[in-house]
């Protein structure tokens, strides 16, 4: 009997796997890579990337506790964090505030963008201190209250109707977590607002490497415990165990254990975990998760670009929601310009829903053609470009979604969850229920070591 066995090869499953590590445990990934939707690949001195790219650089989050632990590294990410390409205007430098009263749109638009973001910026100063941890609390807490804030409405309804511009202005922010103005809820919609306003107070940093360099490092320190191509069909248990059937190869097997971390998404927890709670089962069917669509594109100019120094730009009214100079990661670093660029396009929400219906030549078209207009040239020089569709990519906060919360991290049986869909943190939120997996697992089986019966002395 295994000791755990862990079902997905995300980051949390495998954060967990990593603190489990000494234990006999079995880590069951259905695809033909571990990572999830963490997937880079390493180009020269750069690296392509089509999922996630910033993770906590705060020095007591579970990512950096999971780095060090791991022997891997992140740095912040140089230059400047966030442009904007709209209506013919490309800025670069200055503060992302100011970004509306540079770029050019009616005076009409101007205004309502004035008073929409004087209302987002008061709740924007009340999100930052509510979303504090305060002294003795635990993390549960500090995340409810987040879930919590602004969770009657939606963003939609807290805004109000903007004219054409200034909601294309808004949407790139606001969807960044894969649901319409209208479907996220009003607190999740200004935390995104926190986010890009108060850049460096978390998800400000770089996996030195790319991404995949932390999943494929920790998957490869776990060796055979990883098996790949290996789709779990169910988790029932039994007295004092779990029973995990899956389908490896086009062959069905089983594995008994004493617990297991279901680090799936919500939706796959729902249908294997056949006999957990009801209500558990319920609250995860109820989870949401919206669409991506990214690609990775490399370049090979030889130039100094307007754009070396600048990590982010939205994007309005593109087919991309934003571009990612990934290079700036290598470039920032580095006394003298490397050759060629890698950048990333990121399509959500109802964009990504609109160009999943198309295939992969269509949309890599369309994204070549929007990519050189918002950086001019960049066609001309493309070397390589790889589209990535994410059908299910992340769950969002929705109005009434806090409701969940107590029930989604409540512990009842030898089965823990673990996920990004457990917060609100991304990455951060994945790795740290994937540790908190795992020490739970833990006290369950020091618990059941425990209460182990004493096998009788042989008489000598």
Request: hydrophobic share 40%; proline share 5%.
């Amino acid at each position: 009997m295994k000791d755990v066995v862990i079902v997905g090869g995300g980051i949390a499953g495998l954060a967990a796997a990593w603190r489990l590590r000494h234990r006999d445990l079995l880590l069951l990934e259905a695809g033909d890579r571990v990572g999830g939707r963490i997937r880079s690949e390493r180009r020269g001195p750069y690296w392509l990337n089509w999922g996630g790219h910033v993770y906590d650089g705060s020095p007591a989050s579970s990512t950096q506790s999971l780095l060090k632990d791991t022997g891997f590294e992140s740095r912040p990410v140089p230059g400047n964090l966030a442009g904007l390409s709209m209506n013919g205007r490309l800025l670069l430098t200055g503060r992302v505030e100011t970004f509306p009263f540079r770029v050019p749109m009616s005076w009409h638009d101007r205004a309502s963008l004035v008073r929409a973001g004087a209302k987002v910026r008061l709740a924007v100063a009340r999100y930052a201190r509510l979303s504090k941890r305060r002294p003795g609390e635990d993390e549960a807490a500090r995340q409810q209250r987040v879930y919590d804030f602004m969770n009657d409405r939606s963003f939609a309804d807290f805004i109000g109707d903007l004219p054409q511009d200034a909601e294309a202005l808004f949407k790139p922010t606001v969807t960044r977590s894969s649901a319409e103005m209208d479907q996220i809820s009003a607190g999740a919609g200004v935390g995104y607002f926190n986010l890009v306003w108060n850049i460096g107070a978390g998800l400000s940093h770089s996996i030195v490497g790319g991404p995949s360099t932390l999943t494929e490092g920790i998957a490869e320190g776990l060796g055979e415990a990883v098996q790949l191509g290996a789709t779990v069909e169910e988790v029932v248990h039994k007295k004092d165990s779990v029973v995990v059937r899956y389908r490896q190869y086009g062959v069905e097997q089983e594995v008994e254990a004493r617990s297991v971390v279901l680090a799936t998404t919500a939706s796959v927890s729902h249908r294997i975990g056949v006999d957990l709670d009801a209500g558990l089962r319920d609250a995860l069917a109820q989870v949401k998760y919206g669409p991506f669509v990214s690609a990775a594109f490399l370049t090979g100019e030889t130039e100094r670009q307007p754009w070396d120094d600048t990590y982010a730009v939205a994007t309005p009214k593109r087919s991309f929601t934003v571009v990612l100079n990934m290079s700036n990661n290598v470039r920032g670093n580095s006394p003298e310009r490397q050759p060629g660029s890698s950048f990333m396009a990121f399509s959500p929400a109802g964009v990504a829903r609109r160009l999943l219906e198309q295939d992969d030549e269509t949309i890599l078209k369309t994204f070549v053609d929007d990519l050189d207009q918002v950086l001019p040239g960049t066609a001309a020089q493309l070397v390589e470009a790889e589209i990535a569709r994410w059908p299910e990519a992340s769950p969002y906060c929705f109005p009434g979604r806090g409701k969940l919360q107590p029930i989604l991290t409540r512990r009842n049986s030898r089965v823990m969850l673990a996920g990004d869909y457990l917060g609100t943190q991304y990455t951060e939120t994945a790795v740290h229920t994937g540790l908190v997996a795992a020490q739970t697992v833990e006290q369950l089986l020091r618990t059941d070591r425990c209460a182990a019966p004493v096998p009788p002395s042989s008489a000598s």
